[in-house]
């Protein structure tokens, strides 16, 4: 007999907007507290204490308007933030500041969260989608120089880049960025080169999210359809089917495999995060908690796999915190 | 073999005398049967004869050179042929020129879509000539621009005219288009103008076509015009006379072929890139001989039994539709949407409940505007509005008939208005519409009746079916009964439906004037009244309808749109069919006497066809109910 899905660990409450993004920071050794910032539609990013479940700090650096992508670059005293304001802040959050110290103006209009990816101690590279409809811009940070533009082919039709992913096999090879569309295709293109490699058309509907793991050269992507995908990476950097799951309702909008590449979490438009096995997508749970649609889904990096936690943001304003197959 | 000039000259012009005697005794096909093909033979490339024929041509007298020329334009198997037959004929000779540039273009309009080409043809092939196909293309655009023409003649005149420009367009050549491309683009745009303000599809279509197509000739570059139409066989017979085998390869584009972006699969950026389709078959994964068992089976599953369908409820009480849809929250789109879809089936279901609101849900959904995109959001509307207003007829009649005369309304509404009435009207008159009746999610479900092309099949088929369900009525016993008591539904509510409607046609307001630019919701109008009219046989009110609306007929007999006057006409059928014949005599005979006057005018000269069409219906109907009088013993 199954056991019913548990409840939250607990919900963090406060942030009176849609919550768009999360990012946690829990990594560091023990005097320190886990950490998990959020980005909300009103403009704060909201940095909770996990301890006491408030919040710490507030961060008003997006001009009001929503903050679409939170990540810690190298500890959670960077802060890298994006928001609709088209700028990309980094701030100074050491010994109490909450200062931005740079910031880079994307020309960016729509809803494309941009992808860090570390390449060597204190470089960054960064994707974004660039004020140029079909384009996604690469820069070096803190530098901010242009690494470079990776343009489709004219007459490709991909539409608006939505969804990107940094990432390479190890450090010291090729940056890969794999990027997804809006005709529902994703590309995987080589960084250094910029050219395109492979693509692929996963989805009939604008590719929502997707993520990748790099060590099975597997990944997965979710739309506004039914269907999540499931491709894979062959020998000669081609993108290929593996599978597909057809969903019970429409619309995913972020899709997260946990660090250790055993589950993986998706954030549904009808309201319910569902847990899959990332092996072979096997369906393992269905959290029922908000009662709006959840912007965003992200894993916790505990050092001790059993404090291990989910988080989910919605757009009823609240994060549920799970703690859920942490055991394994 | 060589002639004599001088012997040649006599014997050619006795042939030309005789030649043309015949023709103009109307023996063209004979004599022309065997000539044409002859000479066509002869002169292909001897042009000796070539000079010889022109010869002959040239000599027929005036008074007999147009039989002739009529016959040799038909006969001729292309424009090349007629071009060695004839020469410069046209240049040379004015009666030629007239008939070939002015009468068979603008004067008739019989000829099939052969002999203009083979005409227009013949205008291209020589310079000389080319003058005369630019002045004859000027002359065209004239007529097509005109507003007089486009209203007063007969569609098939239009069509013509329209043929005839298309292929000349696609004889010109870019310097002559150059030349005169401010003279095309302003018939254009005149032309345009006045198709566009026609209620007949048919004349809307003719303008559309031929303004893409000179359009798509003076901008090579450059956006072109692009009207939405559907394609049937006469558009696309159309489209085809600007395409001609030499040089001209433009082949007019079609509107709806930009929705084709999803299709196309995007190349792979690299050429071995392989692409598979979306989502079809998952290629399949040999994991199972990994080496790394399962360590998913360490993951149990929880109970996912309460997953389902995510389904947005929608209110199950009439005041809380009203909330949803009259509330200005923008937020609950889901309900919203949830709400319009159930919004008709809750009316049917809780008639008590939706009399007590009944105006106020007429309201809002007269205004109702689509907040997000549903599917078939028209359809649902409508189907709403009529739940309600045969739910509670009377209230919601009033409401509906005044809000057609008032201020501020749309075009759109106001025909809304005329559609919703004439569904409710037949759903109340006649049950077996009731909820049955599929309408296939055209936008217009009742466009059907009211605008059939072939009308007079229509009525036909319904003068037939009121004719069978008179004499069978006796037969059918028991089931015949249960279709008695219904028509006592409309009964009481017919007049409140029609009088509202007729009574303020000709007061304008300063947003609506029927009887002036609005001719288009006129001609609804009246023929939403005559279904009116048709539905209400055997309630009481039928008598004095049809007062009403012979009155109604008379002041608007002569109006100049057509679809108005067909609607007239199709209102006389209505009345005819549906007030009783004693009544029909004892109260209306000196309108009706006059009235069949008026309807053998309309029969010999309106230019319309389906109005003539209309018009010998009525008069068969009306000698019909002659022969019922008299076949009655008084």
């Known amino acids: ?328 | 073999v060589c002639f004599i000039p001088g012997g040649l000259d006599c014997s050619i012009s006795f042939v030309s005398h005789v030649l043309g005697k015949v023709c103009v005794q109307g023996r063209q096909k004979e004599i022309l049967g065997v000539l044409v093909p002859r000479l066509t033979d002869l002169t292909k490339s001897d042009c000796i004869w070539q000079r010889i024929c022109w010869r002959l041509v040239e000599c027929v007298p005036d008074r007999w050179m147009e039989a002739v020329i009529l016959g040799f334009v038909q006969r001729a198997p292309g424009a090349d042929v007629l071009s060695r037959l004839l020469g410069n004929l046209v240049v040379k000779n004015k009666k030629a020129q007239f008939v070939v540039t002015q009468k068979m273009l603008l004067l008739q309009y019989g000829h099939t879509t052969e002999v203009l080409q083979n005409l227009l043809g013949y205008l291209s092939l020589e310079s000389l000539r080319r003058t005369l196909l630019l002045r004859v293309l000027q002359e065209l655009l004239e007529t097509w621009s005109s507003i007089s023409a486009v209203k007063h003649s007969p569609a098939e005149q239009q069509l013509y005219i329209s043929k005839a420009i298309l292929i000349c367009l696609s004889h010109l050549k870019e310097s002559e288009i150059e030349s005169c491309r401010q003279e095309l683009l302003t018939s254009m745009m005149e032309g345009v103008k006045c198709h566009l303000d026609s209620s007949l599809p048919q004349l809307r279509h003719l303008g559309m076509v031929v303004a893409e197509s000179i359009s798509l000739k003076i901008n090579t570059e450059g956006p072109v015009l692009k009207f939405e139409y559907e394609e049937d066989d006469e558009i696309r017979e159309l489209k085809s006379l600007l395409v001609q085998t030499p040089p001209f390869c433009v082949v007019p584009s079609l509107p709806d072929d930009d929705r084709s972006e999803k299709a196309g699969a995007a190349l792979p950026l690299v050429p071995e890139g392989n692409e598979k389709p979306h989502t079809a078959a998952p290629v399949m994964p040999d994991e199972e001989s990994d080496a790394e068992l399962d360590s998913d089976d360490d993951l149990i599953p929880y109970d996912m039994s309460e997953d389902k369908e995510l389904k947005i409820r929608a209110p199950v009480y009439i005041r809380d539709c009203i909330e949803v849809l009259a509330g200005s929250r923008s937020e609950d789109v889901d309900k919203w949407e949830a709400t319009v879809k159930a919004l008709e089936s809750l009316v049917r279901k809780n008639p008590a409940a939706t009399r007590e609101v009944s105006v106020e849900l007429a309201k809002i959904l007269l205004h109702l505007e689509e907040k997000t995109c549903i599917e078939g959001f028209v359809e649902l509307r409508q189907r709403a509005q009529v739940a309600v207003l045969t739910t509670d007829p009377i209230p919601v009649a009033k409401y509906l008939t005044s809000q057609f005369y008032s201020l501020n309304y749309s075009l759109r509404q106001r025909m809304d208005i005329l559609d919703v009435l004439v569904l409710a009207a037949q759903e109340l008159s006649c049950p077996k519409f009731h909820g049955k009746t599929k309408h296939s999610g055209a936008q217009k479900p009742c466009i059907q009746l009211l605008r059939g092309s072939d009308s007079s099949k229509d009525w036909r088929r319904i003068v037939d079916e009121r004719i069978k369900s008179k004499t069978q009525r006796f037969d059918m016993g028991q089931s015949r009964v249960e279709l008695a008591s219904h028509p006592n539904k409309f009964n009481s509510v017919a007049g409140h439906f029609f009088f509202p409607l007729i009574q303020h046609f000709d007061r304008p307001l300063t947003t609506f004037d029927l009887l002036g630019e609005d001719h288009l919701v006129l001609g609804r109008l009246v023929h939403t009244l005559a279904i009116l009219m048709y539905l209400a046989v055997n309630t009481v009110a039928v008598t004095a309808m049809g007062k009403a609306l012979l009155e109604f007929v008379w002041a608007l007999r002569f109006h100049t749109d057509s679809y108005v006057r067909q609607g007239l006409l199709s209102c006389i059928s209505s009345l005819l069919l549906s007030v009783p014949t004693e009544r029909i005599l004892a109260d209306m005979t000196e309108e009706l006497l006059e009235t069949q006057s008026w309807l053998g005018d309309v029969l010999e000269k309106d230019p319309d066809g389906d109005c003539r069409r209309l018009a010998l219906q009525n008069l068969l109907l009306m000698e019909n109910l002659k022969k019922k009088l008299e076949a009655i013993p008084s």
């Open chain 1, 1 to 328: 007999m199954a056991l019913p899905p548990p409840d939250p660990q607990f919900v963090l409450r406060g942030t009176s907007a849609a919550v768009h993004t999360l990012h946690f920071s829990c990594g560091g050794p023990e005097p320190d507290i886990p950490l998990l910032f959020s980005g909300s539609e009103n403009g704060f990013i909201h940095v909770w204490n996990l301890k006491t479940h408030r919040v710490d700090t507030a961060l008003d650096g997006h001009g009001r308007k929503s903050v679409c992508y939170v990540e810690t670059m190298g500890g959670k005293d960077r802060l890298l933030s994006q928001g609709r304001d088209q700028r990309i802040c980094l701030w100074d959050l050491a010994e109490g500041r909450t200062s931005v110290t740079d910031s880079v103006f994307t020309e960016h209009v729509g809803f494309c969260r941009c992808s860090l990816l570390k390449v060597a101690q204190g470089r960054w590279l960064m994707a974004m989608a660039a004020r140029s409809l079909e384009e996604v811009q690469i820069l070096e940070l803190p530098s901010k120089t242009s690494v470079c533009t990776l343009k489709p082919e004219v007459g490709a039709k991909l539409g608006m880049p939505m969804c990107l992913k940094l990432w390479q096999l190890n450090c010291g090879s090729q940056p890969m960025l794999l990027a997804g569309y809006e005709d529902g295709s994703v590309v995987l293109w080589n960084v250094s080169m910029g050219k395109a490699l492979s693509q692929l058309i996963c989805h009939q509907e604008p590719v929502m999210s997707l993520d990748f793991d790099s060590e099975k050269a597997k990944g997965i992507s979710g739309s506004s359809e039914k269907v999540l995908s499931i491709w894979s990476l062959n020998e000669q950097q081609n993108l290929q089917v593996y599978k597909t799951h057809e969903l019970i309702n429409a619309g995913i909008s972020d899709i997260t495999i946990r660090p250790d590449k055993k589950i993986l979490a998706t954030a549904g438009w009808d309201h319910r995060i569902r847990i899959f096995g990332w092996k072979k997508l096997k369906p393992l749970a269905v959290l029922d908690y908000h009662t709006a649609t959840i912007h965003c889904v992200s894993f916790s990096d505990h050092g001790n796999p059993r404090e291990r936690l989910l988080a989910a943001g919605s757009k009823d304003q609240r994060i549920s915190v799970w703690s859920i197959y942490a055991q394994t």
